[in-house]
T-cell receptor, first 114, second 110 residues
């Protein structure tokens, strides 16, 4: 059973517009959420994270929103740039003996068109 | 991340042969993880380590073993490689939630 779901395999946006990537989770134990970006033939790179005690975290062009009641988080990229074209993975974890293991979604391929 | 290296970066092997992949870190991170990435599956955890000589299974551990004899190195062994183990393998390290990944090893089992 998939505990972290990214229901959109791909997303295409125009340069300068907003990109919104979505992620849903089912495990109520999750209390920390992360987004990773992956270019082809490279390892994933950490982008931004959010703790369950917050509902928003911002870092430059990237903002993550968390809606705990809906078990939903989203990543907003404003403005989108062609260099943002990559696969984005949502991941979740929880405290309390998990050894900080992450559960990943299957990823969303973002294409930003010039 | 330059602090995490994987070797080899590419390998082609035959079914039934043993294969060992190496992950080396200079970050002094306590936790280390091995993942595989396959189309349609995202990143799946194979095994992880929470300290020297302390390891545990992930969600797809069958056919794999690991060892960690020192903080810097985490080895992943396929005892007898099968075609279903053709994949891209990533190592990651962390001190807490944020994991940092190596560049990956592309393994092909023929």
């Amino acid at each position: 059973d998939q505990q972290v779901k990214q229901n959109s395999p791909s997303l295409s946006v125009q340069e300068g517009r907003i990109s919104i990537l979505n992620c849903d989770y089912t495990n109520s134990m999750f209390d920390y959420f992360l987004w990773y970006k992956k270019y082809p033939a490279e390892g994933p790179t950490f982008l931004i994270s959010i703790s369950s005690i917050k509902d928003k975290n911002e870092d430059g062009r990237f903002t993550v929103f968390l809606n705990k009641s809906a078990k939903h988080l989203s990543l907003h990229i404003v403005p989108s740039q062609p260099g943002d074209s990559a696969v984005y993975f949502c991941a979740a974890s929880w405290d309390g003996g998990s050894n900080y293991k992450l559960t990943f979604g299957k990823g969303t391929l973002l294409t930003v068109n010039p | 991340d330059a602090g995490i290296t994987q070797s080899p970066r590419h390998k082609v092997t035959e079914t039934g042969t043993p294969v060992t992949l190496r992950c080396h870190q200079t970050e002094n991170h306590r936790y280390m993880y091995w993942y595989r990435q396959d189309p349609g599956h995202g990143l799946r955890l194979i095994h992880y380590s929470y300290g020297v000589k302390d390891t545990d299974k992930g969600e797809v551990s069958d056919g794999y073993s690991v060892s960690r004899s020192k903080t810097e190195d985490f080895l992943l062994t396929l005892e007898s490689a099968t075609s279903s183990q053709t994949s891209v393998y990533f190592c990651a390290t962390s001190m807490r939630y944020e994991q940092y990944f190596g560049p990956g090893t592309r393994l092909t089992v023929t």
